[in-house]
């Protein structure tokens, strides 16, 4: 009874997760013909944007577009990081996404030339394959033999649930449906066993060469032999064939990872740490010719990722001058890089250019253009932030809250979302009404609202500069 009651009151538990700006994209909202859906996963009109995204992706995919540059431009607060964000959900897993503002390459650590090289670098993945011999069966019976000195008495058989002593010897029988073995178990192994807390009846398969294991599942044989099992069981079939197979085994690690685990004393440590420093040019160059090596011999591929670099108007020629030159390497990733600049000056430059970007630069680029949302793309917009934030909100409230966001901006009003529930929940309200955004709309000021007060009362602040008259508009030009 103890039991099943903690079990009632796991499930019980749930996961608590933050919710961010951008936490509703799933991705790009494509159909199969790479055409954007009006609403999904998460992504609003745009749809010239989206589609030209989803051809993007496909490129990706196909590794045609290696070492090219995408360019997102568009006013504040059109979706640019959304885009790129359904970009890499789509991706999944497998394929590397790195991404950077470009004030983070200014560091006092490092130059800006080596933040951009390991930028780079973990946007590149290897998918490193290697065979290796498996034990793979279902445990029969689990037999241990402790030794006198420590149980007092002569040998006696357990399951290894509990704490292992050093010194043990054992016995394990597995079986598949064409055989059945009996190994022999070392203290070692007799730990792993007990880490994974494996018990007669489970599917298991043993690393010869690590000695990891790696428990697959319950027996489906065995399910009868409990009246309950937990939420998180699982249930597979009893391997056939041979107990001892060769199975093709895939690693997947960033090249930066490659670097770091080369390049410090304590290896794959320092990548927990964050203590990856300058690394050294010589470094890099031994890891690209074995990495070319194991390419030729079949024992790893090249997986060109995607690099996303927000705000790029704020890098300077220097980088960009290292940008023209590392797109030209044979294993650059995809640059992904958005901007909300109009026509402004280069960085570390006097001249002017489009979006604050080199020409010669921009002749690489493939500009995908974003433009603002109509009002019926806020409203859906608004609806996906409310069910992601959990908020129950009124039609009228919904309506408001739409107008609000066409007349100052969208971001303002999804922060009002938020703000807005709380002030229901302090009046005792379970759905958000017109009253709450009202609330909130005076508590706290939009962009517009907040220069108007400035102006107004810009005699009481301290070392205040005021425009005059002729030049008012120019000064507020950015």
Not at 432 to 445: A, G, N, P, T, W
Request: glycine fraction near 8%; proline fraction near 3%.
């Amino acid at each position: 009874m103890a039991e099943l009651k903690r079990l009632s009151e796991s499930r019980d538990l749930t996961r608590i997760e933050r919710i961010g700006a951008h936490s509703h994209i799933r991705g790009l909202g494509l159909d199969s013909s790479l055409e954007a859906r009006d609403a999904s996963e998460g992504m609003v009109g745009q749809l010239p944007a989206r589609r030209a995204a989803g051809l993007i992706l496909q490129l990706i995919r196909q590794g045609k577009i290696a070492g090219r540059a995408v360019l997102l431009a568009g006013q504040p607060g059109t979706g640019k990081t959304a885009l790129a964000m359904g970009i890499a959900k789509s991706l999944g897993a497998e394929t590397p996404f790195a991404s950077v503002a470009a004030s983070e390459l200014f560091s006092l650590d490092l130059s800006k030339t080596e933040a951009l090289t390991q930028a780079f670098r973990r946007a590149i993945g290897v998918r490193i394959k290697e065979e290796a011999e498996i034990i793979e069966g279902e445990v029969v019976e689990i037999s241990i033999d402790r030794p006198a000195s420590a149980s007092g008495a002569g040998g006696s058989s357990a399951t290894p649930s509990g704490v292992v002593v050093a010194g043990k010897t054992g016995r394990l029988t597995l079986k598949t449906t064409d055989m059945e073995t009996v190994y022999e178990l070392g203290g070692k192994m007799i730990e792993a066993l007990g880490k994974e807390k494996v018990q007669s009846g489970d599917v298991v398969a043993l690393d010869k060469a690590s000695g990891k294991v790696t428990k697959l599942g319950r027996s489906i044989g065995r399910s009868r032999d409990y009246d309950a099992v937990g939420p998180h069981t699982r249930f597979v079939k009893c391997p056939d064939g041979e107990l001892q197979k060769r199975k093709e085994v895939v690693h997947c690690v960033t090249l930066h990872e490659i670097d770091v685990i080369n390049s410090r004393t304590q290896g794959f440590l320092a990548l927990f740490t964050g203590d990856t420093g300058e690394i050294r040019a010589e470094v890099r160059e031994q890891i690209d010719t074995k990495v070319a090596e194991w390419r030729e011999e079949g024992k790893a591929d090249i997986v060109p990722g995607v690099l996303f670099i927000d705000e790029v108007h704020m890098l300077d020629i220097e980088c960009f001058s290292f940008l023209n030159r590392a797109l030209e390497n044979a294993m650059a990733p995809i640059l992904v890089i958005a901007t909300n600049r109009g026509i402004t000056s280069i960085r570390g430059t006097s001249y002017r250019s489009p979006h604050g970007i080199p020409p010669d630069f921009l002749d690489r680029l493939l500009i995908i253009m974003t433009q603002p949302y109509t009002e019926d793309d806020i409203r859906k917009i608004l609806d996906i932030r409310c069910d992601e934030e959990d908020v129950e909100m009124s039609v009228d409230a919904k309506v408001l809250l739409t107008k609000i966001g066409v007349e100052t901006s969208l971001r303002y009003a999804i922060h009002l979302i938020t703000s807005a529930a709380l002030a229901c929940q302090k009046r005792k309200g379970k759905v958000v009404e017109m009253e709450d955004i009202s609330r909130v709309y005076q508590l706290f000021l939009d962009v517009k609202r907040s220069t108007q007060y400035l102006m107004e009362y810009q005699s009481q602040y301290m070392f205040n500069e005021v425009p005059g008259e002729a030049d008012g508009d120019d000064a507020m030009q950015p």
